[in-house]
């Protein structure tokens, strides 16, 4: 069943769902659209505020030449979208529909020219890895992938954005030691991203082109 635009607000932002007050950034548009794309589809309404609240777009031309620049600039695959303007409380919204893909992955660009593949987990948009969608990875990575401490893992980082040798050890229960060289070992293998250099190390999945 689809949704009204009034039904999608009052459930508020998740898996599906996301709310944006305008496009500030196509390229942050591009992000939100691929991983949206590469997951279960959803729907971006512009005009509504994180708290629900409607707030409406000043102009639909200028939020429409964002929305394109994003779909067919930004994103590699292009997206195909659909879209169309509502007027609630007499406020005009745009209500922006994605398919899932069957061309995923697609990559969203960012501003240094960089691809990312970005999914959605809960009400966010996180980066993630050509071989969860493609299943492609080099014979060592992919053993790596499927060992069991390394699943439990992916699993914590699809939850919490980030992790440290000292959280994963005991996610794991092995010493701590042991959980910093599985850590860099995945880095090293463009499966994490080292997030802060020092003490502690953080990581989080992400995976550059």
């Not at 039904?7 to 196509?26: A, C, H, M, S, W």
């Not at 279960?40 to 609240?53: A, H, K, M, Q, Y």
Request: charged share 30%; glycine share 6%; hydrophobic share 35%.
């Amino acid at each position: 069943m689809i949704k009204s635009t009034i039904q999608i607000i009052k459930q508020g932002e998740g898996l599906t769902v996301e709310f944006k007050r305008t496009i500030d950034n196509p390229y942050k548009i591009a992000k939100t659209l691929a991983s949206f794309a590469n997951t279960s589809g959803g729907v971006l309404l512009i005009g509504v505020g994180d708290n629900r609240e409607v707030l409406g777009i000043t102009s639909e031309l200028g939020e429409l030449e964002k929305l394109e620049r994003a779909c067919t600039e930004l994103v590699d695959k292009a997206l195909s979208i659909r879209f169309k303007s509502e007027k609630l409380d007499n406020r005009i919204l745009l209500r922006v529909e994605i398919d899932e893909s069957q061309e995923r992955p697609h990559y969203a660009i960012n501003e240094k020219g960089q691809r990312m593949i970005y999914i959605r987990v809960k009400d966010k948009s996180v980066p993630t890895l050509r071989l969860f969608i493609e299943g492609q990875s080099d014979f060592d990575t992919k053993t790596l992938l499927e060992s069991r401490h390394v699943r439990s893992l992916i699993q914590y980082l699809k939850e919490y954005d980030s992790v440290t040798a000292k959280v994963f050890s005991r996610i794991i229960n092995i010493s701590e030691k042991r959980a910093e060289r599985l850590l860099n070992d995945l880095a090293d293998k463009q499966v994490l991203l080292k997030l802060q250099k020092g003490k502690p190390e953080m990581f989080s999945l992400k995976w550059v082109e």
